[in-house]
């Protein structure tokens, strides 16, 4: 004993060339009750514009990491970005500092959501920033190419690693079988053949063929499958807290997950929903034990980590709403009841959470044994020794300016943006000449592009009726929600507004008219087939990349990875878990034309 009471620390667990089980008992000997509780919580971490500490995060009500970590917590989500990602990894750095000030030294395990496409939405994935710009998976999808999507994976890989982010709280390998629901941006589409190939790929590209100091843990979601929502409403909130499975098709759900294991992968995340009709218990993923334990450990040998989704324990508000605890099926539970339940269930971790002292209090008072703690604690120190974490907590500044968004990177990324693009229709003009490729020269009107851009391409003239062609980039429509955090998900009707639909069929009986419409979801395309001179769709791109492909600099090799809908009363007739179920698709999954 030191002078003080403290325990002495035993350094052998800090021995790189010690086995790594000898290395996880030898820590575990010495933590204590408050240490190993500490490694329960996942919560949330932002970086300054600078790259410094915040102290605080009013927006999501989040105590600053440096407090968060002297209360024993080691797992971060980053929110946000810094300027670039010199100030990221400066950023982690401090952090790793802050760790190793900590009686164990245990290092800090960085996470975040995908932040390589054009999505901005906090709960869900964030902006490229300084990092390279991809499609968004839905597009690596279009492209239906696993080695595209292991490039990709690795690229990220490195991009993370250099910046010190060493979990990717992603791929969604979800199915997107109801085609109103607003997170299919982010899966690979509705065929669990295609997705389970490219989940695998993804898996690969981060971890490599073993979890190891290179790598970056992939966490897979959302087990065991959050794609059939009730009425495509996502359970982020309580009226999408239903998953649904009117064609008795649970298991189809299930087939990616399987691949995922096949290629390793280290992390699983439940969803939010609770599933109703089904032989499992109507309460959410997470707190369901049924499914964590006896579907995902026992049945298929699951032994890595299991991270709830965000915020199932605690009510809080976000952006100065109240936002209530995703406690779906078991919302008449206390904070307490809700964590001994998860526990119950087998998770390890809680994501978005951070009392530590609820949880020292259900071991202290007997109500759940400190065995219990242990199992969970061996397999999240495993990670982190594996990961290298302890053996090399740091990273070089430097470096991570140089990697991260490198020119050779950023060029990949564009290359699968323009490969993405799908080709739905190319009417001939009265030539018999096809509209795509756009000859360059032409005159054209321009909406929703840049125009300065555009005038590298052709002249670009204000009023379309003396242009040889109109070039429109639009988005799939959805029904605005009034929440804040609501509004960022873009659910409901997938019928374009009465008014946009005659603003669009004016302009195109003036003008040819070449329709550019960003896919999030599967829009109703039917009015406009017949109006517009030609319709291509992307799944996130730059104004550059969309002129290179319609002016055929480059080629767009796309195929849907999904159907398109005639009708929303077909939609609506479609049972929500069954992939390729409405009627009569104006569009079916594999579509895509070529111009070459």
């Given at each position: 004993?030191?002078?003080?009471?403290?325990?002495?620390?035993?350094?052998?667990?800090?021995?790189?060339?010690?086995?790594?089980?000898?290395?996880?008992?030898?820590?575990?000997?010495?933590?204590?009750?408050?240490?190993?509780?500490?490694?329960f919580?996942?919560?949330?971490?932002?970086?300054g514009?600078?790259?410094?500490?915040?102290?605080?995060?009013?927006?999501?009500?989040?105590?600053?990491?440096?407090?968060?970590i002297?209360?024993?917590?080691?797992?971060?989500?980053?929110?946000?970005?810094?300027p670039?990602?010199?100030?990221?990894?400066?950023?982690?750095?401090?952090?790793?500092?802050?760790a190793?000030?900590?009686?164990?030294?245990?290092?800090?395990?960085?996470?975040?959501?995908?932040?390589?496409?054009?999505?901005?939405?906090?709960?869900?994935?964030?902006?490229?920033?300084?990092?390279?710009?991809?499609?968004?998976?839905?597009?690596?999808?279009?492209?239906?190419?696993?080695?595209?999507?292991?490039?990709?994976?690795?690229?990220?890989?490195?991009?993370?690693?250099?910046?010190?982010?060493?979990?990717?709280?992603?791929?969604?390998?979800?199915?997107?079988?109801?085609?109103?629901?607003?997170?299919?941006?982010?899966?690979?589409?509705?065929?669990?053949?295609?997705?389970?190939?490219?989940?695998?790929?993804?898996?690969?590209?981060?971890?490599?063929?073993?979890?190891?100091?290179?790598?970056?843990?992939?966490?897979?979601?959302?087990?065991?499958?959050?794609?059939?929502?009730?009425?495509?409403?996502?359970?982020?909130?309580?009226?999408?807290?239903?998953?649904?499975?009117?064609?008795?098709?649970?298991?189809?759900?299930?087939?990616?997950?399987?691949?995922?294991?096949?290629?390793?992968?280290?992390?699983?995340?439940?969803?939010?929903?609770?599933?109703?009709?089904?032989?499992?218990?109507?309460?959410?993923?997470?707190?369901?034990?049924?499914?964590?334990?006896?579907?995902?450990?026992?049945?298929?040998?699951?032994?890595?980590?299991?991270?709830?989704?965000?915020?199932?324990?605690?009510?809080?508000?976000?952006?100065?709403?109240?936002?209530?605890?995703?406690?779906?099926?078991?919302?008449?539970?206390?904070?307490?009841?809700?964590?001994?339940?998860?526990?119950?269930?087998?998770?390890?971790?809680?994501?978005?959470?951070?009392?530590?002292?609820?949880?020292?209090?259900?071991?202290?008072?007997?109500?759940?044994?400190?065995?219990?703690?242990?199992?969970?604690?061996?397999?999240?120190?495993?990670e982190?020794?594996?990961?290298?974490?302890?053996?090399?907590?740091?990273?070089?500044?430097?470096?991570?300016?140089?990697?991260?968004?490198?020119?050779?990177?950023?060029?990949?990324?564009?290359?699968?943006?323009?490969?993405a693009?799908?080709?739905?229709t190319?009417?001939?003009?009265?030539?018999?000449?096809?509209?795509?490729?756009?000859?360059?020269?032409?005159?054209?009107?321009?909406?929703?592009?840049?125009?300065?851009?555009?005038?590298?391409?052709?002249t670009?003239?204000?009023?379309p009726a003396?242009?040889d062609?109109?070039?429109?980039?639009?988005?799939a429509?959805?029904?605005?929600?009034?929440?804040?955090?609501?509004?960022?998900?873009?659910?409901?009707?997938?019928?374009?507004?009465?008014?946009?639909?005659?603003?669009?069929?004016?302009?195109?009986?003036?003008?040819p008219?070449?329709?550019?419409?960003?896919?999030?979801?599967?829009?109703?395309?039917?009015?406009?087939?017949?109006?517009?001179?030609a319709?291509?769709?992307?799944?996130?791109?730059?104004d550059?990349?969309?002129?290179?492909?319609?002016?055929?600099?480059?080629?767009?090799?796309?195929?849907?990875?999904?159907?398109?809908?005639?009708?929303?009363?077909a939609?609506?007739?479609?049972?929500?878990d069954?992939?390729?179920?409405?009627?009569?698709?104006?569009?079916?999954?594999?579509?895509?034309?070529?111009?070459?």
């Open positions: 004993m030191s002078s003080d009471s403290t325990p002495v620390v035993d350094p052998t667990y800090l021995d790189a060339s010690l086995p790594v089980d000898e290395r996880i008992a030898n820590l575990l000997g010495q933590m204590t009750l408050e240490e190993k509780a500490g490694l919580f996942h919560t949330v971490a932002v970086p514009q600078d790259g410094a500490v915040v102290e605080d995060d009013p927006v999501f009500g989040m105590t600053s990491v440096t407090e968060l002297a209360a024993g917590l080691n797992h971060f989500n980053l929110l946000g970005s810094a670039d990602a010199r100030a990221m990894a400066a950023w982690h750095n401090t952090v790793q500092r802050a190793a000030e900590t009686r164990l030294g245990i290092p800090v395990t960085i996470s975040t959501d995908p932040r390589h496409a054009f999505s901005d939405n906090p709960a869900a994935a964030m902006m490229a920033g300084p990092f390279s710009q991809w499609p968004e998976p839905l597009g690596l999808a279009a492209i239906g190419d696993p080695d595209t999507v292991e490039r990709f994976a690795d690229i990220a890989r490195q991009e993370y690693t250099a910046v010190g982010i060493r979990v990717a709280l992603h791929p969604q390998i979800d199915l997107a079988t109801e085609p109103r629901w607003s997170r299919q941006n982010h899966c690979f589409g509705e065929d669990a053949d295609l997705t389970s190939r490219l989940g695998a790929a993804y898996v690969r590209g981060f971890q490599g063929g073993a979890l190891g100091t290179e790598s970056v843990s992939a966490m897979a979601k959302h087990f065991p499958g959050g794609g059939p929502q009730k009425d495509g409403e996502d359970p982020h909130f309580a009226h999408g807290r239903e998953q649904v499975y009117p064609g008795d098709n649970f298991d189809y759900h299930l087939k990616p997950f399987e691949a995922a294991f096949e290629a390793g992968v280290s992390q699983i995340m439940p969803y939010y929903g609770m599933p109703v009709g089904t032989e499992y218990e109507e309460v959410g993923f997470s707190f369901n034990k049924s499914v964590v334990t006896r579907l995902l450990r026992d049945r298929y040998g699951f032994d890595g980590i299991v991270c709830t989704d965000w915020g199932l324990i605690t009510d809080r508000e976000v952006f100065g709403q109240p936002f209530p605890a995703r406690a779906w099926g078991v919302e008449h539970l206390n904070e307490r009841e809700r964590m001994l339940r998860l526990l119950d269930a087998g998770v390890d971790q809680f994501g978005g959470e951070q009392n530590v002292g609820m949880l020292v209090e259900l071991v202290r008072s007997g109500t759940v044994d400190e065995q219990r703690l242990d199992i969970s604690a061996r397999r999240i120190l495993r982190k020794f594996v990961l290298g974490l302890f053996d090399h907590p740091y990273v070089d500044e430097g470096r991570a300016e140089r990697a991260v968004g490198s020119a050779e990177f950023r060029a990949a990324g564009a290359a699968a943006q323009r490969a693009f799908t080709v739905l190319n009417r001939q003009d009265a030539q018999g000449t096809p509209v795509l490729p756009l000859a360059r020269g032409s005159r054209i009107h321009v909406r929703g592009i840049d125009p300065e851009l555009a005038a590298t391409y052709g670009v003239v204000d009023d003396s242009a062609v109109a070039i429109v980039r639009i988005a429509p959805f029904e605005p929600r009034t929440d804040i955090l609501e509004s960022m998900f873009h659910s409901g009707s997938l019928d374009f507004p009465a008014e946009q639909l005659d603003e669009l069929r004016t302009l195109a009986r003036t003008v008219t070449v329709l550019d419409i960003y896919l999030e979801r599967p829009a109703v395309l039917t009015p406009l087939v017949d109006e517009a001179a319709i291509v769709v992307d799944f996130g791109a730059d550059k990349a969309a002129l290179d492909v319609l002016f055929g600099i480059a080629e767009p090799r796309g195929a849907l990875p999904m159907d398109l809908p005639r009708s929303m009363d939609v609506l007739a479609s049972r929500s069954v992939p390729f179920d409405t009627a009569d698709p104006l569009f079916r999954f594999g579509h895509g034309l070529r111009l070459r």
